[in-house]
């Protein structure tokens, strides 16, 4: 299994950007996907994640109702879409699957099986 991140770059507080996680190896309606960021010198952050079953997701409170996740099952892609864009939301962002994660691990890193290799996201005027 590997996961593809990408559609980081530079944008300017309050904009918008969308990030892809293209998955290869496994269907994404049967994985968990989830969506962690890394700020330089700060660990590792769960942000939002999609679960397996029905597709359901949850989000980190730091971002609920600025970033949404969403996925396309036929490009075997999912995508997070984050608006109003912050100068503490800059970090390197990465995709990871689990076939076999549950719900309530959803937004912890050592439940994830398969990790993309990240992609960078700076917010700043």
């Known amino acids: 299994v590997q996961l593809q991140a990408s559609g980081g770059g530079l944008v300017q507080p309050g904009d918008s950007l969308r990030l892809s996680c293209v998955v290869s190896g496994r269907t994404i309606r049967a994985s968990g996907v989830g969506w962690f960021r890394q700020a330089p010198g700060k660990e590792r952050e769960f942000v939002g994640a999609?679960?397996?079953?029905?597709?359901?997701?949850i989000y980190a409170d730091a971002v609920k109702g600025r970033f949404t996740i969403s996925r396309d099952n036929a490009k075997n892609t999912v995508y997070l879409q984050m608006n109003s864009l912050r100068p503490e939301d800059t970090a390197v962002y990465y995709c990871a699957a689990s076939s076999t994660i549950i719900y309530s691990q959803l937004s912890i890193p050592s439940s994830y099986n398969y990790w993309g290799q990240g992609t960078l996201v700076t917010v700043s005027s």
């Open positions: 999609v679960h397996r079953n029905g597709g359901s997701t």
